[in-house]
Nanobody
Framework: QVQLVESGGGLVKAGDPLRLTCTGS????????MAWFRQAPGKEREFVAG???????LVANALSGRFFIARDHPKNTQSLQINSLKPEDTAVYYC??????????????????WGQGTEVTVSS
């Protein structure tokens, strides 16, 4: 089974950009629909953005314009670019995957594989 590893989190200042990367452990990860979710302290997990195995992206409405998702198939990675970070973006960000035959979903329960998460802390 494909394993996912997130990287790129850390302590950043409000207004700065940040790029998170999710790397799949196998070439077959290219066949998966991928997404990012995040969970802030004391809050429920929420959908951030998703990218299809072949085409298509989706970003949560509230985050559109600052969050961008893309994948690099030769490297088995997908990345989340976050611009103009805000303190409310502080959360653990998780990479998730589901079969390529399934569309991007905003429901975390639809994803079969999860990474361990990378923590992002935005200071004001």
């Amino acid at each position: 089974q494909v394993q996912l590893v997130e990287s790129g989190g850390g302590l950043v200042k409000a207004g700065d950009p940040l790029r998170l990367t999710c790397t799949g452990s196998a070439q077959s990860s290219r066949e998966y629909t991928m997404a990012w979710f995040r969970q802030a302290p004391g809050k429920e997990r929420e959908f951030v953005a998703g990218v299809g195995a072949i085409r298509g992206t989706l970003v949560a409405n509230a985050l559109s314009g600052r969050f961008f998702i893309a994948r690099d198939h030769p490297k088995n990675t997908q990345s989340l670019q976050i611009n103009s970070l805000k303190p409310e973006d502080t959360a653990v960000y998780y990479c998730a995957a589901r079969s390529m035959f399934m569309p991007i979903s905003i429901n975390g329960a639809d994803y079969d594989i999860w990474g361990q998460g990378t923590e992002v802390t935005v200071s004001s």
